[in-house]
């Protein structure tokens, strides 16, 4: 049983039958999991990152080819790894791995979910900088965790969107004349929603427990654990305010009920709204350029 899942062990079984039976199931990579639980260290330092990072010769190249983009506008190529985590930093480049990781499945067209190809990948990095944006302007120490569990929380739509090809117009039509969202109608159907998916892909994976909670609990984040909602409340306004802007929305994206104590656990109110979204859309307009750069690479 998966505890974090708070699921029976029917559903967790039949669960794990759906994750063994999708061809070409996401994964991550030794290496960025290995960066996430350095990174979480406090003696960490750039050797040690880079160490990991040129474990797999990949995803180093990767981030090289990355960090010498023109998004960057470094004044010298940098052709270490461990210089280009001097020059931009341990978070970033962080962030960087994960992003670059998760980019070749994410950019997948999800029919199920009537997502177009990359729009998963759009929506998850909208998330992610929307996240660590609402963590930092609440001076929360989870800003690093949130860009990362952001970028992750819909990851289990890349397992149930081939369940759901040829139906998504039948749990749209039965949200409605329910007045359900769609994750609820996700549980009505299959028994879990795409969050309790991505969470067991996070445990196995072995993710850090936060990340794990953040994605488990992004849209009912008062039911988390309370050790972890602060950071699932940033992931819910996160989720929330990316659909207001429609980056990334798919046939579900209509259906979206939002946790009015996430709200007020961040000290947020109706009167901020209008200014968080405006900050929101700066960061990502500023960001995009980088998201396009490693969804080519």
């Known amino acids: ?74 004044s010298r190529s940098v052709t270490m790894v461990k210089e280009a985590v001097v020059v ?45 944006m609402i963590a930092k302007s609440r001076r929360l120490t989870v800003a690093d965790d949130a860009f990362v569990a952001g970028l992750l929380a819909d990851i289990g739509k890349i397992v149930l969107s081939e369940y759901f090809d040829g139906k998504l117009a039948t749990m749209i039509s039965l949200g409605a004349q329910a007045g359900m969202t769609f994750d609820q109608v996700e549980t009505k159907v299959m028994g879990f929603d795409h969050a309790c998916v991505g969470a067991r892909l996070a445990e196995d994976w072995n993710l850090p427990a936060t990340l794990v909670h953040a994605i488990r609990y992004h849209h009912a984040p008062s039911e988390a654990p309370e050790a972890y909602r602060p950071l699932c409340d940033c992931i819910h306004l996160a989720d929330y305010l990316t659909m207001l802007c429609g980056f990334g929305m798919g046939g579900d994206g209509m259906f979206y009920e939002v946790d009015e104590a996430a709200f007020e656990r961040l000290g947020i109110n109706a009167n901020d709204l209008d200014h968080i979204v405006d900050e929101f859309v700066t960061a990502y307009q500023h960001q995009e350029a980088l998201f396009e750069e490693i969804s080519q690479s």
């Open 88 to 132: 931009l930093g341990i978070s970033h480049v962080r962030n960087l791995v994960i992003t670059a990781s998760a980019a070749p499945w994410m950019r997948r067209a999800l029919p199920g979910y009537d997502l177009e190809p990359k729009q998963l990948l759009l929506h998850g990095s909208a998330v992610a900088i929307g996240a660590r």
């Open 1 to 74: 049983m998966h505890a974090v899942l708070n699921l029976t062990p029917e559903q967790d079984v039949k669960l794990g039958q759906i994750i063994a039976k999708v061809q070409d199931l996401p994964s991550m990579p030794a290496a960025a999991t290995r960066v996430l639980q350095i990174t979480g260290s406090a003696d960490t330092n750039a050797q040690m990152i880079a160490d990991a990072i040129v474990l797999d010769q990949a995803l180093a190249a990767k981030v090289l080819k990355i960090a010498n983009s023109a998004f960057y506008g470094l």
